[in-house]
């Protein structure tokens, strides 16, 4: 039980929960924000609060020695730092652009990359990276950047999935769906919009907020439920929306494909 956690984005929402969850069931736990301060609702020797800024490499691979030196070990690792860009791909300037990728996906690399020379030494351990059921469907009008980053944390999760498992490490990434926390309120980078479907969206996710149907407590107790397991899944969706739309995104791939499939095979020498 006494496993040693890696949680990036812990001082809200998702990361903040799983924080109060673990300790409570008897793990040791290193959390990681941008200001340190923000993390003194927990204490106690199984806690070890850090300062860190994901996209600055050194920061990240320093927080990373100080666990291994406190706790002599890493388990467990969880990518949970993000937030959510919104606006229409034409309207979302570079500089936005590319600091939603630069916190949701490069700083989620770094970490990748100082913890897994640790892993592979002890040949055992588990990343696990939140992405969100918005990583395998895109069609959400201002959401395009958001998404995409979160498409490319699937992506590389399954890639980074067959790579380690030589060494015993596993890979599993996270799809939530609309959980009631602040990602729709004060956690999202709005652009203001000339487009009518994607002010309608903008609203539409508004008005969701405070009403969204899943439980973070419960998404949180499933992810460590999750963690347990000797053969945890590749993608692990959470949330009974999550569970509906992605099927439905699968049987539209499917038809399609068999739509177009004369077409499509019709390419080989």
Known sequence: MNKVWFVTGASKGFGRILVKQLLAQGYRVAATSRDVASLTEFSGNDFLPLTVSLTDEASVKAAIDKTISKFGKIDVVVNNAGYGQVGALEEVSDKDAR?????????????????????????????????????????????????????????????????????????????????????????????????????????????????????????????????KSDNPPLNFLIGKDATELVPQKLKSIEAEIEEWRAVSANTIF
């Open 99 to 227: 600091e939603n990728y630069n916190v949701n996906v490069f700083g989620l690399l770094n970490v990748i990359r100082q913890v897994m020379p640790h892993l592979r030494e002890q040949r055992s351990g588990h990343i696990i990276n939140i992405a969100s059921v918005g990583g395998m469907l895109g069609g959400f009008p201002g959401w395009a950047i958001y998404c995409s980053t979160k498409f490319a944390v699937v992506g590389l999760t399954e890639g980074l999935r067959e790579e380690i498992k030589e060494f015993g490490v596993k890979a599993t990434v996270v799809l939530p769906g609309y959980f009631r926390t602040s990602f729709l309120g004060t956690d999202l980078s709005v652009t203001e919009s000339k487009y009518q479907s994607v002010k309608d969206s903008i609203q539409w996710h508004a008005d969701l907020d405070g009403k969204q149907p899943g439980d973070p407590e419960k998404g949180v107790a499933a992810i460590i439920e999750m963690s």
